[in-house]
């Protein structure tokens, strides 16, 4: 956990001395709720477990990764578009979605069924990553720039769900997560810290992929605008020139600039 404090506050003193004096934007205001969201686990299960000295019960330890998948939900939707108005859209969606995993959670501590608990956190990991792994091919196909951005994440979300896959099968093997011996489970979680730490990384990153997206969507409007206008002059010089009046433009020092067939 103070890996992660030290990395929030490194990451916020950067975003203010890179963005005190630009607007901001919705955008940057997601990024940093992505943020956000992925200290939620290591930050509450230390506040409980080493400040407070109060240990959480499994199910309760188990509604903390909430904040993962509400993470990686909302990492995904970046990454498949930067439209703020489908953003907004999947925010929304991916809020409901984190209802009803929380209550399928919340369910089956009633029930007190661990193992299905497990499985469906598991399980819910495995298909977020891969949708994020899915997404950041179909990126690199499409854009023709910042290539290198989406190289990262592409082989962080499949190494993340080769992980997560793992985890599955573990559970079906032991029962539940907390039968995995604990030489297993402990360096199991580390990893984790790990891959989602260097998702964190990747989503500062996205700080300067987004200034050169807007850069390129610029640049590319500029240019399929002056190729336009560049179009419409030569169809005008064409019908000039075959005009069947004489015309005789001039420039300012009276040097011919155009002259027709006339």
């Not at 793992?166 to 604990?182: C, D």
């Not at 240019?223 to 336009?228: C, D, G, L, T, V």
């Amino acid at each position: 956990f103070p890996f992660f404090i030290t990395l929030s506050l490194l990451m916020s003193g950067t975003i203010f001395v890179s963005f005190h004096k630009k607007k901001f934007d919705f955008l940057h205001f997601y990024l940093i709720l992505i943020i956000t969201l992925s200290l939620i686990n290591p930050g509450l299960l230390y506040l409980f477990n080493s400040i407070l000295e109060y240990k959480l019960d499994s199910s309760l330890r188990d509604v903390l990764f909430i904040g993962d998948l509400f993470f990686l939900l909302l990492l995904g939707g970046l990454i498949a578009s930067r439209s703020e108005r489908i953003l907004k859209k999947h925010i929304a969606i991916s809020f409901g979605s984190l209802i009803f995993l929380t209550g399928s959670l919340f369910f089956f501590s009633v029930i007190d069924s661990v193992t299905f608990r497990h499985l469906v956190i598991s399980f819910s990991m495995i298909i977020l990553l891969l949708s994020i792994c899915y997404d950041s091919f179909c990126s690199l196909s499409k854009l023709k720039f910042c290539k290198y951005f989406f190289t990262p994440i592409a082989i962080c979300s499949g190494l993340s769900a080769f992980f997560w896959l793992s985890i599955f099968f573990l559970i079906i093997n032991y029962q539940t997560y907390e039968n995995i011996p604990v030489a297993i489970s402990d360096n199991f979680i580390n990893l984790w810290l790990i891959l989602k730490s260097i998702f964190i990384f990747i989503c500062f990153r996205f700080f300067d992929f987004l200034d050169q997206e807007q850069q390129q969507i610029t640049s590319d409007f500029l240019i399929k605008n002056a190729n336009k206008r560049i179009h419409q002059m030569y169809l005008a010089r064409a019908s000039f020139y075959k005009f069947p009046q004489p015309v005789l433009i001039l420039g300012a020092l009276g040097n011919v600039e155009f002259a027709n067939e006339e």
